[in-house]
């Protein structure tokens, strides 16, 4: 009988020049598999001036590459039941195909030809154009978009590689041309601190030897390294953005945060879980929608990358309430840091947080997320078996400190938009 849990155990397999390679088996009776290129290309490299190079050229690779245009690649995905997504960052960039498993050698070798050899065509870079302008448009007129950018904006300085949402301007925009995508795809997409995964039934083995068959071109340079974060500690900041003509007002209180290999991560995630991360069971959900009615929404999030990262606590109210939410957003983030959480509401939190992982296996492209998430961050093989015990060790005072530290008040920001004067 097939093991359940195999899904949970990577293989790190031989390198293709400097592209790492990680099989992982897929869920049992399963019929499709999943491959994601995934490297240094993420919007904190876009050049001066250029703000949204990356996020096009994440785009626009799925449009378009090699003999295939536009429609041409649509129809072939069409004919192999298969999908093309993409996922930008700001430390990297993503290209996922997913399809039948029948399929897989077809699946991994169109997308080296995507990886490889994206066209960058002008039409589709003119739609792209409009497509990332539409964004813009959200992140200034809709209250939850604002408040999340502005709340980046207020935790790192300008410049900074996680200052932005990799949108830019306008006028960045429009000043993107062809040659621009073709320089940024060149010096990002390459072997060097790049990975790639696939959740297959084949063989590591057959797995390589396809790899190296169709990503024999792939660059061996390493792409330029990433943009120095500043030392220098955030300075508490409070925003207030009117919008006129919105009814919901969005609230953000965040700041900066630990990277993901930091020992205390496991602590901090728990800490972020109990805090607004398990739907109806946290205490930012409880205390302000629950009992205090006073909200649409609460929770909380921590975005733990490679070389640092940021937290933050979130809620959507209404005019006339939001000046009680912000001290209650507050108020719970430093509870968390100050007093340790009772033992039977740990004991919750942290199981639903453990029950999420067979939940995961039910789907290759959930399991397949969960090797992408190690494989990135260079975890160790066996990371997802041995998560539950590591979250059943963690004491309440470790939680505790954790928070302290990884959801910092000091320096927290604070930004309210929507409604407001």
Known sequence: MTDPRAPLTLEYADSVGELRLVRQPPPAGSSTCSITYVGPAGWAFDPPGRGGTARLVNQLMTSAAGRLDRVALARVLDRLGATLGHRAAPESGEITIWGPTSEWGRLLALLADVVLRPRFASSDLARARRQIRERQLREIGQPGNRADRELLRAIFPSGHPYSETGFGSPRSVDHVARSDLVRFHRAHYTGGGAVLVATTPVSSREFVRAARRTFRELPTTRPPDFPALSAAPSRPAVRSIPLRGRSQVEIRLGGRSIARSDPAYPAAYLANEVLGGRPLLSRLFQRVRERGGLAYHASSGLEAM???????????????????????????????????IPSAALATIRESAIGEIPLALESTAEAHELAVDVAYHGLPADYWIQWPDTLRALRAEEIRDAARTALDLRGAATVVAGPVR
Do not use: C, I, K
């Open 306 to 340: 490679r070389f640092g990262g940021y937290w933050f606590a979130q809620a959507g109210t209404g005019r006339e309430r939001w000046r009680r939410v912000v001290p209650m957003l507050r108020d719970e983030v430093r509870r968390l840091g100050s007093v340790s």
